[in-house]
């Protein structure tokens, strides 16, 4: 009861919807929230294990500085960004 649990939420021309790779819930415990997770630029951090394993995705082209993310921990993030 003191935990609360996020969704990614993925925009498309059509709708926002729950991403494919996040939870929905299971009828039980469901997300309270759900927030961007899909497609999030923010910082690149050189050498880290993200920028190594998925510099071909993540990088966003023209711009050494930024990484394109995408996944539950992006929305955790936003959602906590608001929260504060």
Same mark, same amino acid.
């Given at each position: 009861?003191?935990? %609360?649990t996020v969704a990614a #939420? $993925?925009?498309? $021309?059509? #709708?926002?919807? %729950? #991403?494919?790779?996040?939870? *929905? =819930?299971?009828?039980? @415990?469901?997300?309270? %929230? &759900?927030?961007? =997770? *899909?497609? %999030?630029?923010?910082? @690149?951090?050189?050498? &880290?294990t993200a920028d190594l $394993?998925?510099?071909?995705?993540? @990088?966003?082209?023209? $711009?050494?500085?930024?990484?394109? =993310?995408? =996944?539950?921990?992006? #929305?955790?993030?936003?959602? *906590?960004?608001?929260?504060?």
């Amino acid at each position: 009861p003191y935990v %609360i649990t996020v969704a990614a #939420a $993925d925009v498309s $021309d059509e #709708a926002m919807q %729950i #991403a494919d790779f996040s939870s *929905a =819930g299971d009828g039980i @415990r469901n997300p309270d %929230i &759900s927030a961007p =997770g *899909a497609h %999030i630029e923010s910082l @690149r951090a050189p050498g &880290s294990t993200a920028d190594l $394993d998925h510099s071909d995705v993540g @990088r966003v082209s023209g $711009d050494d500085l930024v990484f394109k =993310g995408t =996944g539950t921990s992006q #929305a955790t993030a936003v959602t *906590a960004g608001a929260v504060a």
